[in-house]
């Protein structure tokens, strides 16, 4: 057997080892999580997800209507390995999302090992900083609510195809792909609409500029941007539901840094320590954000989903839950994904490199990156032993 062989055979048994065991702790997870009551070990929103679907009638998520089949079924049970399954489904539509980004450069084993990574990666704790390694930091590895972890594997979906149209949009739009596109749009919308509201205007930036750059017919661009329309009838539905009377919402208010400063008084560390590995790329890297579409429609995304998070906060009782959060939470893993494919293309170019302060930012680049995969095991490990997601202290 060649060495190329051979290290392909080693990159295949390691990717599918790995991915069993993430799978089969997150299924362990999921289980644990049901049987919660109160208290901190295993602590989730899953059972109050299934109170509320099940109990109250209340449908706001796709996962709702999941819940009630479930339940009626008699198969309640299986949700865990359901949940289970949406977290496999997240790492592989993360793997393809590193494959596309990468033009196929990458291994696809590979691809699915630097997937598991991102869908690990928590933000660089420093203690006294916030109030847990959860509680005040903003991250993308989620593993307690739901309503998130079906938005997340579709969401990572309707990126990759969003991104292929738009790569050939001046070529050609089909009505499959379009039909297609706004079907992925709608059901991760109904998911969770926090998606819709981080991604989109990245999405009408792009649409803006196709339009006065004129790289595609306007009728076709026009066309394309129609297929937010059911996705918009589907917020207004999920709106209706959550803000009625009964159901605990109050309306949502402009309170800027009250919920996201809720568990910590170091709110600009706090962030920075939070995705320290994209922001140190793309410092490296910011006079190519304009020549990079990727990198510059995932840092759009960010940037208008950590603005929703610090601006908005819902009125009453859940003005503190950050429900504006898991936008933000769902961008993360795009720029840390872009982040990543930059770093990798910078170490391929690492020895022939001959200015040193480069290189030694490079190196420092890994060393926090290394970091944040750190703090993402020691975070998942502690989960899968029964400490609570909030993790305070």
């Not at 997150?26 to 208290?39: A, H, P, Q, R, S």
């Not at 997800?49 to 008699?74: E, P, Q, R, T, W």
């Not at 594997?153 to 790569?167: A, C, N, P, Q, V």
């Not at 170019?349 to 040193?356: L, R, S, V």
Request: hydrophobic residues 55%; positive net charge.
């Amino acid at each position: 057997m060649s060495d190329k062989k051979r290290s392909s055979a080693v990159y295949k048994i390691t990717a599918a080892v790995l991915l069993t065991i993430y799978c089969v702790l997150c299924v362990f997870l999921y289980y644990k999580f049901m049987g919660w009551t109160e208290g901190s070990v295993y602590e989730s929103d899953l059972p109050a997800h299934i109170s509320l679907a099940v109990d109250d009638g209340l449908i706001y998520s796709l996962i709702s209507f999941i819940i009630i089949g479930l339940a009626k079924s008699g198969t309640l049970e299986l949700l865990p390995i359901l949940l289970g399954l949406f977290a496999a489904l997240s790492v592989f539509f993360t793997a393809e999302l590193i494959l596309e980004v990468s033009d196929k450069k990458i291994d696809s084993n590979i691809a699915i090992i630097l997937a598991l990574l991102l869908n690990i990666v928590m933000p660089c704790y420093i203690k006294g900083l916030s109030d847990g390694r959860y509680m005040g930091m903003h991250a993308a590895s989620i593993w307690h609510n739901s309503t998130y972890l079906m938005m997340k594997w579709l969401g990572l979906w309707t990126i990759l195809d969003y991104m292929r149209i738009e790569k050939d949009i001046a070529h050609k739009l089909t009505v499959k792909s379009y039909l297609f596109f706004t079907f992925l749009l709608t059901i991760t919308t109904a998911a969770k609409p926090n998606f819709f509201l981080a991604v989109t205007p990245a999405m009408l930036v792009f649409l803006i500029a196709d339009m006065v750059g004129k790289r595609a017919p306007f009728g076709r661009l026009v066309f394309f941007a129609s297929s937010v329309v059911p996705s918009l009838a589907v917020m207004t539905l999920q709106n209706n539901a959550l803000f009625k009377a009964g159901a605990g919402g109050n309306g949502i208010m402009i309170a800027p840094g009250v919920a996201m400063s809720a568990h910590t008084g170091y709110l600009p560390i706090v962030s920075v320590l939070s995705i320290a590995f994209p922001l140190m790329m793309l410092l490296l890297h910011i006079k190519d954000i304009f020549k990079n579409r990727y990198l510059l429609f995932a840092w759009i995304c960010a940037g208008t989903g950590f603005m929703e998070y610090f601006l908005f906060s819902e009125k009453g009782a859940r003005n503190l839950d950050a429900n504006f959060s898991w936008g933000y939470a769902f961008t993360i893993i795009l720029i840390f994904g872009i982040s990543l494919i930059t770093w990798i293309n910078d170490l391929k170019i690492f020895k022939t490199d001959k200015n040193i302060i480069r290189k030694a930012y490079i190196t420092g680049c890994g060393v926090v990156l290394a970091y944040h995969t750190w703090c993402g095991l020691l975070f998942f490990t502690r989960l899968c032993m029964g400490v609570s997601y909030m993790m305070w202290g």
